[in-house]
């Protein structure tokens, strides 16, 4: 076996941080059936060096909904100093350049106070398998686990609503219809935040997602459960 192999066996068989153990029994029994306004959102957004797998998370923003409003005065916004600070493709996107990064906090300092901040709030994002998969990859070398937290995209709840409403309307749903979360906010007139910043982004996706909640199903999703299943298939829902 090879000393990395070695390590990484070592690092996969090391215990979980105590954050962690906190998180996984909070969600040990999680309740679906509760009305939305019972429980606790965090709306998250992160910037990355690249999308490749040896690239790193660079900025984290999120905002808390509580009682299916949003909490102004509750955020989290961090740089993050990655391994590489060298400009890239993506530098051009986020406009976070090396010279900010250098005195950011690297991710082992500032992961145990995002872990924190999300307590037993559900994390809602757009395209949300993205960010969990770096999230998470993080956690799990920093704080030797991944986290338990249920999760909701705004991807799939908007397509849900696309189907339900395009179909009811005009009898199809246009697939090319726009997935970009900014196009999106334009074509359903809510207020508009700027593009590739994470809080930002986190922001644009909350206003989205309480938009969604109050629309989707004409008004009738009151409880967790019900969101999740509105946002099956249509053709799953028919049966």
């Given at each position: 076996m090879s000393?990395?192999s070695?390590?990484?066996?070592l690092?996969?068989?090391?215990?979980?941080?105590?954050l962690?153990?906190?998180?996984?029994?909070?969600f040990?029994?999680?309740?679906?059936?509760k009305?939305?306004?019972d429980?606790?959102?965090?709306?998250?957004?992160?910037?990355?060096t690249?999308?490749?797998?040896?690239?790193?998370i660079?900025?984290?923003?999120?905002?808390?909904?509580?009682?299916?409003?949003l909490?102004?005065?509750?955020?989290?916004?961090?740089?993050v100093?990655?391994l590489?600070l060298?400009?890239?493709?993506a530098t051009?996107?986020?406009q976070?350049?090396?010279?900010?990064?250098?005195?950011?906090?690297p991710?082992?300092?500032v992961l145990?106070e995002?872990?924190?901040?999300?307590?037993d709030?559900?994390?809602?994002g757009?395209?949300?398998?993205?960010?969990?998969?770096?999230?998470?990859?993080?956690t799990?070398?920093v704080?030797?686990?991944?986290?338990?937290?249920?999760?909701?995209d705004?991807?799939?709840?908007?397509?849900?609503?696309?189907?339900?409403?395009?179909?009811?309307d005009?009898?199809?749903?246009d697939?090319?219809l726009?997935?970009?979360?900014?196009?999106?906010?334009?074509?359903?007139?809510?207020?508009?935040?700027?593009?590739?910043?994470?809080?930002?982004?986190?922001?644009?996706?909350?206003y989205?997602f309480?938009?969604?909640a109050?629309?989707?199903?004409?008004?009738?999703?009151?409880?967790?459960?019900?969101?999740?299943?509105v946002?099956?298939?249509?053709?799953?829902?028919?049966?």
């Amino acid at each position: 076996m090879s000393l990395l192999s070695y390590l990484r066996e070592l690092l996969e068989q090391r215990q979980p941080h105590p954050l962690l153990v906190e998180n996984r029994r909070r969600f040990a029994q999680f309740d679906q059936n509760k009305p939305l306004t019972d429980y606790s959102f965090v709306v998250l957004d992160t910037e990355l060096t690249g999308l490749s797998y040896k690239d790193e998370i660079i900025s984290i923003g999120a905002v808390k909904i509580s009682n299916m409003q949003l909490e102004l005065g509750n955020v989290f916004h961090t740089l993050v100093r990655p391994l590489n600070l060298k400009h890239n493709q993506a530098t051009f996107i986020h406009q976070i350049t090396p010279d900010q990064l250098r005195a950011a906090r690297p991710i082992r300092d500032v992961l145990p106070e995002f872990v924190e901040f999300c307590g037993d709030a559900l994390l809602i994002g757009h395209f949300l398998e993205i960010d969990m998969g770096y999230l998470n990859r993080a956690t799990k070398k920093v704080l030797g686990g991944t986290l338990a937290n249920p999760t909701i995209d705004t991807l799939r709840l908007v397509k849900a609503y696309k189907e339900t409403s395009y179909v009811c309307d005009y009898g199809y749903c246009d697939q090319s219809l726009p997935c970009n979360l900014n196009e999106i906010a334009e074509e359903f007139k809510l207020p508009r935040f700027k593009a590739h910043s994470a809080l930002e982004d986190a922001l644009q996706c909350a206003y989205l997602f309480l938009f969604l909640a109050k629309k989707l199903n004409n008004g009738q999703v009151q409880t967790l459960r019900q969101l999740h299943n509105v946002g099956q298939p249509l053709l799953l829902r028919q049966n």
